[in-house]
């Protein structure tokens, strides 16, 4: 968890208050600089902020741990996440469980998502690659049904509740939908699809 944390700004929650108690603190050595025109802030910035000289984003890179090692800007910070996120996939293949690469699939496909790009074709594979771990074609559950949210948008509304054999799940692809809007309700979820399979147990 903590190394998810740490790619995603820092530990939440009870890690927080954990990390808090540590009196984990910002580097005392050197100035607190905009790495973008080397303005001088007044102190180590605690979360990701704008640099008041040039209005440009300045961001923490923190170790695994937690801690802060240098200030970046929004390119490097960029650059940073998406080699973790990579390493971790690489890693995950190699090591973990196709579960846990389904995992880091979606990951990736809710970063893609949050940068404002094209993301479908990630999330895609990140359910492909969910089926084929827990449900492989030709085993024991041969039939799946789509679950999604109450807010869940028009789109995935016409699926939920729909009933796939895993092959024609595998072919069809029904979510997330071409056209997902998201969340009705929650606009920072607009065009994030929250459905998923479940094993559909004939009685
Ligand atoms: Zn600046
Ligand atoms: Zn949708």
């Given amino acids: 968890m903590r190394f998810?944390?740490?790619?995603?700004?820092?530990?939440?929650?009870?890690?927080?208050k954990q990390?808090?108690?540590?009196?984990?603190?910002?580097?005392?050595?050197?100035?607190?600089k905009c790495?973008?025109?080397g303005h001088e802030l007044e102190k180590f910035p605690r979360a990701r902020r704008k640099c008041p000289a040039c209005k440009k984003w300045i961001h923490r890179h923190v170790d695994r741990a937690g801690n802060l090692v240098r200030l970046v800007?929004?390119?490097?910070?960029?650059?940073?996440?998406?080699?973790?996120?990579?390493a971790l996939l690489?890693?995950?293949?190699?090591?973990?469980?196709?579960?846990?690469?389904?995992g880091v699939l979606r990951l990736h496909a809710l970063e893609v998502f949050k940068e404002g790009r094209d993301h479908l074709a990630l999330?895609?594979?990140?359910?492909?690659?969910?089926?084929?771990?827990?449900?492989p074609p030709g085993g024991i559950i041969g039939r799946l049904r789509i679950?999604?949210?109450?807010?869940s948008c028009p789109a995935c509304q016409e699926v939920i509740g729909k009933v796939f054999t895993v092959e024609e799940a595998l072919k069809e692809m029904p979510i997330p939908p071409k056209n997902?809007?998201?969340?009705?309700?929650?606009?920072?979820q607009h065009g994030w699809c929250r459905c998923c399979w479940v094993p559909e147990i004939d009685d």
């Fill in 4 to 16: 998810f944390s740490s790619l995603f700004g820092g530990p939440k929650g009870a890690d927080r």
């Fill in 19 to 32: 990390s808090a108690s540590r009196k984990k603190r910002a580097p005392h050595e050197g100035v607190a």
């Fill in 35 to 37: 790495p973008s025109c």
């Fill in 73 to 86: 800007t929004e390119q490097q910070a960029q650059e940073h996440k998406w080699s973790e996120l990579n």
């Fill in 90 to 102: 690489e890693t995950t293949k190699k090591s973990g469980s196709k579960h846990d690469v389904a």
């Fill in 123 to 135: 999330a895609q594979k990140a359910q492909r690659t969910q089926i084929l771990a827990s449900w």
């Fill in 147 to 151: 679950i999604g949210c109450a807010d």
């Fill in 180 to 188: 997902c809007t998201g969340s009705t309700k929650r606009p920072e």
